[in-house]
């Protein structure tokens, strides 16, 4: 092949210039023949792994208690990074992670949910700065991405795009996942490509989301490798685990019953131990103090000792489960005889370890989200133990398992200034491009060095142009000089870190840092002013971050505070945001809103739509009225329904007789019920709702119709004021995923008449003050779904 200038990409044609004849047959008549775009000779395959919310002292490689052989064979045959280092939070991290620049760089300054219109917070990428996926493919790549994608606005997220966020339009040729900040792992809402689809197995059946997306990845390196054997692949494997619901059957769980009986605190204890033993942190490092707010194990409950043992059992067995499924990939790469020469990332973690279970844990997230916490007593936990884990829970561990995980560190995931939130122990595996095997490095590194260190292994240089926008340079460094020695000097000797006002800097081994919010007191907490907030200050070497020195030298902390101001304008950082319900609000945080007004159509073949694209009927006076067609045998089936197991309402003919079934998380299924089948016809029927008023969540009359005529109704004493679900979706002519109402499953819920339109209407009177989301409520359901 001739010789190539990848500095522009796509990289431009060249023109015949030679004689030109004009018959074909004429023997003068020469052309170069086509040559297909390659990477340079020797460039690896790569796969880059992000598992989702693991703490650093979770996988056994870094001393953590949950067994991970494939974590554990690849570091034997690789590298451990022991000083790696994320955002704290998930998008932030992913697409600081996929697009080599910092997360304010990239407009990901928070969750897409979060989004303003401030530069570093408007959740979208700009084109100044393409990922890395679109940089390989220009080169020649294969790419593909499964799992999930926590990239795309907010706006944006819905059957009509606009898709310039989405997988297949950021640089990856195939995409299979979903795309939110969490699934269902049972019933996940799965999109191939930019369409909806469902996925190939039920729960009852043995499915599971890591399963499916290792099986899919599996399936594409496989035929890849057939059919272009000789252009490598770039696969991205982003599971949703072990983001919660914490999902996994009891076989994987039951490994674990028994093994978290000491507790959190002697956890920690003895997570540090192990850790020393192995050299992934010094002998000298301290074990920091349970963080403030955390109440120690001895303080909790006996009664519900039992349930936050199995939280944490499911949890382990969950993270387990990951690692055996990434485990067959590697297989499979190992069986086509290219293990060796593809440059694996196994980074185990976006962020800390969650913080967002609740002091206690909980067998439904969307319970403490909708503001129930009373009713997840201890004893309904104990009551509802056999189903955590299953597909009628949707649950999370409690704080304290989430501090342990991320020992010896002080806090969790979302305090950017801490190492709990945003140390992460990181797996590299490149025999043909790695001499070492089993050895540690601790050159400081950062998630922004991932995407230049697979183009310098690649041999293909930054882009100065993509798509003829010229290029901001890479933020991050690349990491083959520590590849190759382990006194090679840090890999970034200056980083900042920010998230919801939480706030470090990283310089030649100084840190200094302040916390300004905690994860678990959501908007319960008073915030001060950001000059107010104290500051820590560590000397280089204190590893875990546990002695304080502040006090005793003003002069570097001032230094330090300079320095991440600097940074902070460099970047994108300020102005710093801790506002919630401002926030949570598109209209005043200045981004788009897809769904305006007090009235919605949808059509015949519409569904797969999530919460973020249909309006809302929570807390006020709505109708729902829908003209269906029903043939002479009669219809049943769900004419529309928004939620699942978790909550929702459908509206359905059940054997041909309308009924309504409001859905109270999962607890009580209201159902009222027509006084006859609907006859064969064009047929109207329609659910009015007249809200009590008085605040969110309250309850209200409940009214059935066919063709005006009310056939029924009922009071609901109580509803869901925030959010159904995190994932769930409203769909016309069934209920895909898992099912609202009992009377039904998925996979018979499909109307079997015909849904032509279904008309959504709230009334604006009901719009008054006492039916707005405070502060923390809105900031409740926005922090839920990341």
């Known amino acids: 092949m001739s010789e190539i200038h990848r500095s522009v990409l796509p990289i431009p044609e060249r023109a015949h210039v030679g004689l030109t004849t004009f018959d074909a047959k004429d023997p003068e008549t020469v052309f170069p023949p086509i040559e297909e775009l390659r990477p340079p000779d020797g460039a690896p395959n790569v796969l880059v792994v992000l598992v989702d919310d693991v703490g650093f002292g979770a996988s056994s490689p870094f001393g953590g208690p949950v067994d991970t052989p494939t974590a554990a ?175 996994v059957a009891k076989e994987w769980s039951d490994k674990y019953k028994g093994r978290f009986s000491m507790g959190w605190d002697k956890l920690r204890e003895q997570t540090l131990a192990r850790q020393k033993e192995m050299g992934v942190v010094p002998g000298d490092a301290e074990l920091t103090e349970r963080s403030e707010g955390i109440p120690a194990w001895d303080e909790m409950p006996d009664e519900l000792k039992p349930i936050l043992e199995l939280q944490m059992e499911i949890y382990a067995g969950f993270l387990e489960h990951t690692d055996h499924h990434l485990g067959r990939i590697v297989d499979a790469i190992d069986a086509l005889g290219v293990l060796d020469d593809t440059l694996i990332y196994y980074v185990i973690g976006d962020n800390g370890a969650s913080a967002e279970g609740t002091l206690q844990g909980t067998f439904n997230e969307m319970i403490a989200v909708n503001g129930a916490e009373d009713l997840e007593t201890p004893q309904f936990l104990i009551d509802n133990a056999d189903k955590f884990g299953g597909p009628e829970a949707y649950n999370h561990y409690a704080v304290g398992w989430a501090h342990a995980m991320d020992t010896p560190y002080q806090w969790t995931k979302q305090v950017a200034s801490h190492w709990g939130g945003t140390r992460n122990g990181l797996v590299v595996h490149w025999p043909n491009g790695i001499d070492a095997a089993g050895e540690i490095r601790s050159q400081f590194s950062h998630v922004i060095d991932v995407a230049p260190t697979v183009l310098d292994a690649a041999g293909i240089p930054q882009p100065d142009f993509v798509n003829g926008i010229q290029q901001r340079p890479y933020e991050g460094s690349s990491m083959l000089a520590a ?114 007004g007090s009235r919605q159509m949808l059509y015949e073949g519409m569904g797969r739509l999530s919460e973020f694209a249909v309006l809302s009927l929570k807390n006020k006076n709505h109708a729902v009225t829908a003209e269906i067609e029903i043939g002479d045998d009669g219809a049943s089936g769900v004419i529309v329904a928004q939620g699942g197991v978790t909550g929702g309402w459908s509206l359905y003919l059940h054997d041909g007789v309308p009924r309504y079934c409001y859905n109270f998380l999962g607890l009580t299924h209201t159902i009222v019920t027509g006084s006859s089948p609907v006859g064969a016809g064009t047929r109207r029927v329609r659910v009015e709702f007249d809200y009590d008023g008085g605040g969110v969540g309250k309850g209200g009359e409940v009214r059935l119709y066919v063709d005006g005529d009310e056939v029924g109704s009922d009071r609901i004493e109580r509803t869901e004021p925030f959010i159904f679900s995190a994932d769930e979706t409203l769909d016309l002519g069934v209920d895909d995923a898992s099912a609202v109402s009992p009377d039904y499953t998925p996979a018979t819920s499909r109307f079997d008449g015909r849904v032509k339109w279904v008309e959504l209407d709230i009334d604006a009177a009901a719009e008054d003050d006492d039916h707005h989301l405070t502060a923390e409520e809105r900031y409740r359901v926005a922090m839920a779904i990341q």
């Open 73 to 247: 064979r690849l570091a034997a045959g690789g590298l451990r990074f022991n000083r790696f280092h994320t955002t704290a939070l998930c998008a932030p991290t992913r697409q600081a992670m996929l697009t080599g620049r910092n997360h304010h760089s990239v407009g990901m300054g928070n969750i897409t949910e979060f989004a303003t219109s401030a530069p570093g917070q408007t959740s979208l990428r700009p084109k100044s700065c393409a990922p890395l996926a679109e940089t390989l493919r220009l080169n020649g790549y294969s790419t593909a991405q499964f799992g999930k994608c926590h990239e795309v606005p907010a706006w944006q997220n819905s059957p009509v795009g606009p898709f310039d966020a989405w997988p297949t339009f950021s640089g990856f040729e195939h995409f299979y996942g979903f795309v939110a900040a969490e699934t269902n792992q049972y019933y996940p809402a799965l999109t191939q490509g930019t369409s909806r689809i469902e996925a190939p197995k039920t729960p009852e059946e043995g499915y599971h989301f890591t399963e499916d997306i290792a099986d899919q990845a599996i399936g594409w390196i496989n035929q890849q490798k057939a059919l272009a054997p000789d252009k490598p692949f770039f696969v991205y494997w982003a599971p949703g685990a072990t983001h919660s619901p914490h999902h």
């Open 483 to 596: 590849f190759a020695d382990d006194s090679s000097p840090n890999v970034r000797s200056t980083q900042y870190f920010e998230m919801f006002g939480n706030r470090g800097i990283f310089h030649n081994d100084w840190t200094a840092v302040t916390k300004h919010r905690t994860p678990w007191l959501a908007a319960a907490q008073e915030m001060p002013e950001f000059d107010d907030d104290v500051w820590e200050l560590y000397a280089p070497g204190d590893w875990s971050q546990a002695n304080d020195i502040a006090a005793d030298n003003p002069e570097m902390l001032h230094k330090l505070q300079r320095l991440w101001l600097i940074e902070a304008v460099k970047y994108n950082v300020l102005p710093l945001d801790d506002r919630m319900a401002e926030r949570a609000n598109p209209d005043i945080a200045g981004r788009p809103q897809l769904i305006k």
